[in-house]
């Protein structure tokens, strides 16, 4: 039997915003830099443009896509925001917040973004340059973070290069992300708001804007965010959680004052969870690549406090440490 193949693409590095709005209007995947991680970009009113998110990230076909939009009005467009919603926009807009809203009936985004669900999820991210893509392209974005599925989330061009890079369009390279973790996905579709995934904006400033918030089911247990699967974020090495101290065999990704260890990254010296979050998906891209050169095979992590981005610092290691489906 023979494959009906198509040339795979070689992914061109660009900087002009311009650019990588022409190729997604023109239905092609453009990884792009937001403040939180790089996103792979595609019209997410073009099924078969979303469709090849799906194919180059090898990623469930039943796990939806968050629509990307320069302002809360484009996003509003699509999505019936309550009260809390707009009071949300307004506070943390542009920014790593993620709202999950009932769609509304007339959007053109396709089923396949919304894997077929009666709700969307919109972000307006802070960055600059994707901030200016999204305005020139004039549609919504869907983006998944720019990795394969499963692996470990990209904050760097070079990061989609080597996961991607014969998958796809192009790659804006936006500089380093600056916070480093994925949004905060809060779900507003029903009566109360439960926080689907911690991210870039904590509980406690979602709390004091709009009061507690239920949470999610464990990961892994309910498919509420079908995203979260327990096994995510996930280095080729094992990962050993809450680790005082690297044993043998391991790297150590550490928190403040460490021991001597064969490999370690330092995610912060000072335990400042804001620099730590901005480094947790490098350190774990680093420490993957290197351990083996140091005949190393595991890697070993410090405990993290869980306040504030600590809660999704370890929503994150957890699922890099879970069981490999
Ligand atoms: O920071 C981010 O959010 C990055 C950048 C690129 O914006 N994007 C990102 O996308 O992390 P992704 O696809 O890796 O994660 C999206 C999460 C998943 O857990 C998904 O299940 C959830 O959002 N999600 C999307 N649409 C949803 C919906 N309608 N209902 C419930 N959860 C939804
Ligand atoms: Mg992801």
Known sequence: MTANRT?????????SPKCAAKLLQAGKLV???TETVYGLGAD???AQAVAGIYTAKGRPSFNPLICHFASAEAAFQHVRPNAMAQKLAEQ???GPLTMVLPRQAASPVSQLAGAGLPTLAVRVPAHPVAHEMLALAGRPIAAPSANRSGHI????????LASLGGRIAAVLDSGP???GLESTVLDLSGPAAVLLRPGGITREALEAAIGPLSTATAPGAALASPGMLASHYAPSLPVRLN???PGPGEAYLAFGPAPPSALMFQLSETQNLTEAAANLFEALHWLDEHAAQHGLVAIAASPIPAIGLGLAINDRLSRAAAPRG
């Open 7 to 15: 040339e795979p693409e070689t992914a061109k590095l660009i900087t």
């Open 92 to 94: 943390f807009w542009p």
């Open 177 to 179: 992300c600056a916070v």
């Open 243 to 245: 680790a005082t101290a």
């Open 31 to 33: 990884a792009f830099g």
């Open 44 to 46: 997410a009113t073009n």
């Open 153 to 160: 989330s990209p904050t760097s061009a070079a990061h989609v």
